[in-house]
C-alpha cells in the first residue's frame, strides 16, 4: 500500500520544493531591493488584505450563483473562493495566482477544459435506455375524409 502511494507523492513534492525555492529566490530579490523590513510588512499586509477580500469575494460570489445551475455554479463560486485563498497564502507567488484567477479568460479556459474532461452532461429531462428495453412502435395511418362529389364550378352559373 505504502508503495502505491509514493508515485502519486513524488510529483507533489517535487512542485512543493520547486514552489519553495522560486519563493525564496523572489523574497531575495525583493529583500535586495527593498529591504527586509519592508518586504515582511508587504507579505503580512498581503495575508490580511487576502483574508478579508477572502471573505467579501466569496459573499459577492455566492449572490452572483444563486441563479446559476451545475458546472456554471461551480465556476461562480470557486474561482473567488480560490483566488481568495491563493491571495491569503503566505508568499508572493500564489498570490500571482490568485490575481490571475480573477482574469476572466482564464475562467473561460478553465471552465471549458472541465466540461471536455467530465463530458457533456446529458438533460436530465431525456430518458437513456439500452436498446434491449425498448422497442419501436409503427405509427397508425390517419383515416382521410373522402373527397367531395360536387363538380367544378366552371360552366355553372353564379348563385346570387
Known amino acids: 500500500m505504502l508503495r502505491s502511494f509514493f508515485p502519486a507523492l513524488r510529483p507533489l513534492l517535487i512542485l512543493v520544493a520547486g514552489w519553495m525555492l522560486l519563493e525564496f529566490v523572489l523574497l531575495e530579490l525583493l529583500a535586495a531591493r527593498l529591504g527586509w523590513g519592508l518586504v515582511l510588512a508587504i507579505v503580512s499586509l498581503k495575508g490580511g488584505l487576502g483574508l478579508i477580500a477572502l471573505v467579501l469575494i466569496t459573499l459577492l460570489a455566492g449572490r452572483a450563483a444563486r441563479g446559476r445551475q451545475g458546472l456554471d455554479r461551480i465556476a461562480a463560486l470557486g474561482f473567488p473562493m480560490a483566488s481568495g485563498i491563493l491571495i491569503a497564502l503566505p508568499g508572493l507567488i500564489p498570490m500571482l495566482f490568485g490575481i490571475a484567477l480573477f482574469s476572466p479568460s ?36 390517419t383515416r382521410r375524409k373522402a373527397k367531395s362529389v360536387k363538380g367544378p ?5 353564379p348563385s346570387v
Open 106 to 141: 482564464l475562467r473561460k479556459a478553465v471552465t471549458r477544459w472541465a466540461q471536455r474532461r467530465s463530458g457533456a452532461a446529458p438533460d436530465p429531462r431525456l430518458l437513456e435506455l439500452p436498446a434491449s428495453e425498448w422497442k419501436e412502435i409503427a405509427a397508425k395511418k
Open 153 to 157: 364550378l366552371e360552366g355553372q352559373p
